[in-house]
């Protein structure tokens, strides 16, 4: 097996830990970055364990907090580990007059870095808090029985549920895109639905696009070939942008879509996994500044 198969084989297993096995490996992470510090001075340990810190964050998605508590509890046991390896030596002071000051030792070895591995539990909550920090509204364009746009029918009239979909875009501050390729392209069912929302209503202009025009847009593909549905997403963005939104540069490829989801239908290589998260935090962040 190579390097780079194990590092992958390891950065899953993080990624994917759970429980008390994920706040056991944060723990040991933290204490073996004590090291770093005199008089081990082991510095270059840190290119691991942060890592590791990181693999726990990307890992801590989902749950009705959206992995605010899971990334927390990694957080606290991260900088519990880490205080408590590194600041062991707090604890000789009550020795000095141990009938007087002993029992006073738990409390300085145990509780001191307990109380500053707050700290690093904010810190890894806010990070998963940015990412995470929308109002999401999840919409199956398969529900909406869309007909096949065409300006005749238009004409006639405005299909109720083109009209949903219009405003439904139209209430957002940014679109995140999840599609399939079909056959090196976009699905129709997804370009039939920009094609009815970006139609004018009402007194609008012809060119109005209010549902899209200036709004943040972010595109994910899967494909069961192996360009991951890039041909797909070229054209997307292509579309996207003439209909004047900000598409984000970053994006996400599930190549060999077929096999890269478990049964909970979570994805099983750590690194798209992780482009999701970093891409839905941007995409948050470019929406707010845009809307603001």
């Known amino acids: ?31 073996a970055s004590a090291l770093a510090m005199a008089p081990f001075n082991v510095w270059p ?10 693999w726990l964050t990307d890992g801590a998605g989902g749950g ?3 992995g605010l508590v899971a990334a ?83 004409k006639e009239a405005f299909p109720e549920s083109a009209l949903v979909l219009k405003q439904h875009l139209a209430a957002q501050d940014g679109v995140l895109f999840v599609s399939p390729e079909y056959n090196g392209s976009v699905p129709a069912l997804l370009k039939n639905a920009i094609d009815w929302a970006s139609r004018p209503t009402g007194d609008e202009g012809l060119v109005a696009l209010t549902a899209f025009r200036g709004k ?11 360009f991951g549905g890039l041909r797909g997403l070229l054209h997307l963005r292509q579309i996207l942008n003439t209909i004047q939104m900000v598409v984000i540069p970053e994006q996400v490829l599930v190549p060999l879509a077929h096999t890269g989801f478990d049964e909970e239908g979570q994805l099983k290589e750590p690194l798209p996994a992780s482009l999701v998260d970093m891409t839905a935090a941007r995409l948050v962040k470019v929406a707010a500044a845009l809307a603001a």
């Open 1 to 31: 097996m190579t390097p780079a198969a194990i590092l992958a084989r390891l950065s899953q297993s993080i990624v994917l830990a759970d429980g008390w096995r994920r706040a056991g490996i944060a723990f040991a992470a933290g204490a």
């Open 45 to 54: 340990v840190l290119l691991v364990t942060f890592p590791v810190l990181i």
């Open 64 to 66: 009705r907090t959206n």
């Open 72 to 154: 927390a509890i990694a957080g606290w046991s991260f900088g519990f580990g880490y205080f408590l390896a590194g600041l062991y030596w707090v604890g000789y002071a009550f020795l000095v007059d141990a009938k007087t000051f002993g029992w006073l030792l738990p409390v300085a070895v145990a509780g001191l870095p307990a109380y500053l591995a707050l700290y690093t539990a904010a810190g890894l909550a806010a990070a998963r808090l940015e990412a995470h920090g929308a109002e999401v509204t999840a919409l199956d364009l398969g529900a909406l029985d869309l007909p096949i746009y065409s300006e005749a029918l238009e």
């Open 216 to 226: 943040a847009a972010a595109i994910m593909s899967a494909s069961v070939s192996p």
